[in-house]
């Protein structure tokens, strides 16, 4: 630059030199780019007294997975018609590409309304594709990458199961063994801070941490998905594992999490502001994506409801998910948008509990598959009675109700494969003085719904319907005294109350049966049992008296035992027989496999301070194995999937089921002798190591020897004729006398 003086100004700002400055502060030219642009399509048209309000939807959408720019949803208009409407489609302008990109994998197909679902790719895409080559050009082959296959442990040689055991800091995982103990699979320390959980099919192994969950699976056991909620507390599956349900009784706080997650790691957050004081959160079991959380269940005046867990229950087909405000209404929620059935929910006056039908049922006489179903319970109020009712989902059609009076409360007991429904109605007398239970028992798969009433004399505390069978046949234990026995606070109680366990089941009317309908089988009177388990394949159950101090009984009871003496008297109950009865000292928990062969009781640290462990017992009660573990927590089954054979298959195995058996025992039969040869080869290896370890010792005494002799020691030497006196002490009896002391 020249230099100017008050005498030497120049003429014209063009003539001044600004090169030096533009050379110190240049600023780089910055390559315009809209890959932070979204384009959204198949949004409603709208006319500009509505397009606001469509503006401020798509914000909230759009803001849970990033911050859109002020001003930054523009729609373009069409006035062609005289009155400015909008196109259809939008485009979204965030402050990132990564914002943009995350907006376009979580939101594309995102069912706005029934008419709508959004469309949302890059711009730049958009503009890529006008300008693609007409000629053909094939993508790039990436590299194959073999994934473990997550069911991998049921292609196990000898078809064994697997169970997780967690005591003391250690999680583990084993293959059921009969012959000898049980072979370790897989043991770390510290896998989990709190409990342990299996998926419902057994693909996961959930651990619970302060941070959060983590799913783990495959033969190598990596870790698959990380789910990020402080302090989680419980966990739910959806029957498929699609979806996975969290709940922390500390709510959702944006920086507590950001502070967790520690400085530099804030994309890690799932949460946006919309989540702050939330406590359930529904995620993508595959993917770890949060899909959406929900705040605690209030009442009308704002207070939290305590409310029972799960929280949200699934249907079979995991297409909706509901959950129950007491008293108030029930939500029911589509899976694929995270949002309200027809927007709102449906109010119930009063209603007090709902349970989803298990399976899909198929109507008998089309064969179609009917619309999923739920039932649900009112109280009496006022003059109008209590009230059970079935509702068919989407269309909220009210499939049958039933009214009840003198209600004291209710249950809603599903069969597994959804062919009833049992309601175990807790009434009172006239007097009001005492209960009793009437079952209620809805025949869902039949035509208009008949329901089927048995009235009992005592309360019923408990019921268990067979898993298998089309008799729909069910367990009850039911006693005179239906409070419950104190408790203290892991739930001991110090006494088992006087009970009777009796077996029902469906007759149809035949020759021996004259009205058809459900048929006492069998009565065991003078029980203390606390709990039914039925075997995963029906036919055997076991009645037990779990977790108190004082009885600790197992009757394993085979309800198809004696069929000769029940096809004699014409009465199917008389087969019903207990074949063996077991204890376990402090059992706290029973659980079948899912195989129904084995079943384990096992005694929770958790709950006492009494002899921990586990016992394995086969169906018929015998006993396999017993550990003694210090500090046991729980044991848990891993969950089978659903069989993919046919029924015709499954008929066809159990008509050549006699040769499968012995194809199986011979298996078995080598397996225990190489299991003998091992222990035979481990014996001799034990008798070599101590012949060698002798040689070795012989061998360097004599050496030693030689070398004292060499420098002079000598041997003591004994002689034939040296004596030796031996003491011997004798006791001899003199005299005995027996006197009785009072």
């Not at 599956?237 to 500390?250: G, H, I, K, Q």
């Not at 089309?366 to 999923?372: D, I, L, Q, S, V």
Request: aromatic letters at 10%; proline letters at 5%; glycine letters at 4%.
């Amino acid at each position: 630059m020249s230099v100017f003086t008050e005498n030497n100004l120049p003429a014209s700002e063009a003539e001044i030199d600004f090169t030096d400055l533009e050379d110190q502060y240049v600023v780089p030219e910055q390559e315009e780019t809209l890959e932070n642009v979204v384009v959204v399509d198949n949004i409603p048209v709208v006319d500009e007294s509505k397009e606001e309000k469509l503006v401020q939807v798509l914000k909230k959408i759009f803001k849970k997975h990033g911050t859109v720019k002020a001003n930054g949803i523009h729609m373009p208009k069409d006035s062609s018609s005289g009155k400015p409407k909008t196109k259809g489609y939008a485009f979204v302008e965030f402050e990132t590409a990564q914002q943009a990109q995350a907006a376009i994998f979580n939101l594309n197909g995102y069912k706005l309304d029934k008419s709508h679902s959004l469309l949302v790719n890059a711009f730049m895409d958009v503009e890529r594709y006008t300008e693609v080559n007409d000629a053909y050009q094939a993508p790039p082959e990436a590299p194959f990458e073999e994934r473990e296959h997550l069911r991998s442990w049921l292609t196990d040689e000898y078809g064994r199961d697997q169970f997780a055991v967690y005591a003391d800091q250690e999680l583990s995982v084993f293959w059921n063994e009969t012959a000898h103990p049980a072979e370790k699979a897989i043991s770390r320390s510290n896998w989990t801070e709190a409990y342990a959980q299996w998926s419902p099919l057994g693909s996961f192994l959930c651990t619970v941490h302060e941070q959060g969950l983590v799913l783990w699976g495959g033969p190598s056991w990596k870790k698959l998905a990380r789910f990020i909620h402080r302090k989680v507390k419980l966990i739910d599956f959806s029957p498929s594992e699609r979806y996975l349900v969290t709940f922390s009784a500390d709510p959702i706080s944006v920086d507590a999490v950001n502070q967790m997650l520690g400085p530099g790691n804030e994309h890690q957050n799932p949460y946006t502001i919309d989540d702050e004081g939330h406590t359930v959160c529904v995620w993508d079991a595959h993917t770890g994506s949060l899909l959406r959380s929900f705040p605690p269940v209030r009442s009308e005046d704002g207070k939290p409801v305590k409310s029972s867990w799960p929280q949200f229950k699934w249907s079979p087909s995991e297409k909706y998910f509901a959950r129950l405000n007491q008293n108030v209404s029930l939500s029911i929620y589509e899976a694929s948008t995270m949002s309200l059935l027809d927007k709102k929910s449906i109010k119930i006056a009063g209603i007090q509990d709902f349970a989803w039908c298990p399976n899909l049922i198929v109507d008998p006489r089309t064969g179609a598959t009917r619309p999923e179903m739920l039932a649900y319970w009112t109280p009496e109020e006022g003059n109008l009675p209590a009230r059970v009712t079935l509702m068919s989902v989407p269309s909220q059609t009210v499939v049958r109700t039933k009214n009840l009076f003198s209600v004291f409360n209710a249950s809603l007991h599903w069969h597994p494969k959804g062919q009833a429904l049992c309601v175990r109605v807790q009434r009172y007398t006239k007097s009001k003085k005492s209960r009793f239970t009437n079952l209620e028992i809805f025949r869902a798969y039949e035509r208009d719904v008949p329901v089927d009433v048995i009235e009992l004399k005592d309360c019923a505390v408990a019921f268990d319907w067979e898993p298998v069978g089309d008799n729909l046949r069910f367990a009850i234990i039911h006693t005179d005294d239906p409070t419950p026995p104190i408790t203290n606070s892991t739930g001991i109680a110090s006494t088992a109350v006087n009970t009777s366990v009796s077996f029902y089941a469906f007759e149809r009317k035949g020759k021996l049966v004259k009205k058809e309908g459900f048929q006492l089988l069998k009565t065991f009177d003078r029980k203390k049992v606390t709990a039914l388990k039925w075997s995963p394949h029906g036919r055997h159950i076991i009645l037990a008296t779990l977790r108190t101090i004082s009885t600790f009984e197992l009757d394993f009871v085979d309800t198809d035992f004696d069929q000769a003496a029940a096809n004699k008297s014409g009465n199917p109950g008389d087969a019903i027989t207990i074949i063996s009865t077991g204890e376990h000292y402090g059992v706290t928990d029973l659980e079948w496999d899912p195989t129904g062969r084995f079943v384990v009781t096992s005694a929770s640290s958790w709950r006492h301070s009494m002899e921990h462990g586990y016992i394995l017992w086969d169906f018929k009660g015998e006993l396999i194995h017993k550990a003694v573990v210090e500090r046991f927590k729980q044991l848990l089954w891993r969950p089978r999937p659903r069989s993919l054979l046919t029924e015709e298959m499954k008929r066809e195995v159990r008509k050549d089921l006699k040769s499968f058996a012995k194809e199986f025992d011979e298996q078995d039969e080598r397996r225990l002798h190489a299991a003998d040869a091992e222990l035979m080869a481990q014996r001799r290896r034990l008798v070599t190591e101590w012949n060698t370890w002798r040689e070795q010792v012989d061998e360097m005494l004599s050496r030693e020897t030689d070398e004292a002799l060499q420098n002079g020691y000598k041997l003591p030497i004994i002689s034939d004729d040296q004596e030796f006196v031996v003491d011997e002490i004798v006791e001899e009896i003199i005299e005995e006398k027996e006197e009785i002391i009072n």
